[in-house]
């Protein structure tokens, strides 16, 4: 186990290979991608990096994987040093107790999403579609998406599908929940 100056030594590295990585990357494409992560621990020459999922990892490696690992030798003072992924779990925080928090106005919060706001057409929803061979697939896509959010692929992403009509009945479904 380490002590607290070798744990403070290492949190200052990754902040240092953070404001290295920052200096090289778009701000957008830092906030996506390298905001979620974090530094689980660094142990002789690998770093191990937490992130949300199986995909961000193997996506970061891919595009970003020698950016990580050059801004982490270089906060380490030129030592090389692999990058590892591990998929990491967030545990439920606390909200921040601010005045205008159902807290102080007495509010609960359900965790359901309020339904004003959300404009969809009455028209486009799972029970009117008609599945014919050109829609099949997306309709399909649709379901299983619908049936099981966030689940380990999404076909409704913009490269898998283009029927705007079973996004509609998608978002109808997600409203009714």
Request: aromatic letters at 10%; charged letters at 15%; a positive charge.
């Amino acid at each position: 186990m380490q002590n607290n100056t070798g744990i403070m030594t290492i949190l200052n590295e990754w902040q240092e290979a953070l404001a290295y990585i920052q200096g090289k990357v778009p701000k957008q494409v830092y906030d996506t991608w390298f905001t979620p992560i974090h530094l689980e621990r660094i142990e002789n020459s690998t770093a191990q990096l937490g992130v949300p999922n199986k995909f961000f990892g193997d996506w970061l490696n891919q595009h970003y994987g020698p950016l990580l690992a050059e801004a982490v030798a270089v906060a380490r003072g030129g030592v090389e040093t692999a990058i590892t992924f591990v998929v990491f779990h967030k545990q439920p925080t606390k909200q921040p107790e601010i005045s205008g928090s159902a807290v102080a106005t007495g509010r609960q919060n359900t965790g359901l999403r309020s339904k004003r706001g959300i404009q969809l057409n009455p028209k486009y929803s799972f029970k009117n579609f008609v599945v014919g061979a050109g829609n099949q697939f997306a309709h399909a896509a649709c379901m299983a998406v619908a049936e099981q959010p966030a689940k380990a692929y999404n076909p409704l992403s913009p490269d898998c599908l283009s029927d705007d009509r079973a996004v509609y009945k998608r978002g109808h479904q997600l409203h009714s929940i």
